[in-house]
Nanobody, 124 residues
Framework: QVQLVESGGGLVQAGGSLALSCAAS????????MGWFRQAPGKEREFLAG????????WYADSMKGRFTISRDNAQNAVFLRMNSLKPEDTAVYYC?????????????????WGQGTQVTVSS
């Protein structure tokens, strides 16, 4: 079992950057595919980026390519999301999630564990 805690959210002006972190508990973190999602009010949860257990493979939603970067540090049991050129429409609650055995997972239904989320607000 994995417990996830996100941090790093906050208020930022349009065009700015934020770096989100997700700390994981458990000894088997390095076996999990990790992903970042977000959910804005009144909208469905949206896939942003994923990373393989060894960190060698990453994948992104097409709309996020070039602005968002996912990375992980298995020694620290952590996964990160660097977000650049933020827009007001990026305002949402951002979640990290863990998927045991998944391969390039994009669907929220395949992820087994979720953090509580961190709010990101981008002002215009």
């Amino acid at each position: 079992q994995v417990q996830l805690v996100e941090s790093g959210g906050g208020l930022v002006q349009a065009g700015g950057s934020l770096a989100l972190s997700c700390a994981a508990s458990g000894r088997t973190f390095s076996r999990y595919t990790m992903g970042w999602f977000r959910q804005a009010p009144g909208k469905e949860r949206e896939f942003l980026a994923g990373i393989s257990p060894d960190g060698r493979t990453t994948w992104y939603a097409d709309s996020m390519k070039g602005r968002f970067t996912i990375s992980r540090d298995n020694a620290q049991n952590a996964v990160f999301l660097r977000m650049n050129s933020l827009k007001p429409e990026d305002t949402a609650v951002y979640y990290c999630a863990a998927d045991y055995g998944g391969v390039m997972s994009r669907s929220s239904f395949t992820y087994d564990y979720w953090g509580q989320g961190t709010q990101v607000t981008v002002s215009s």
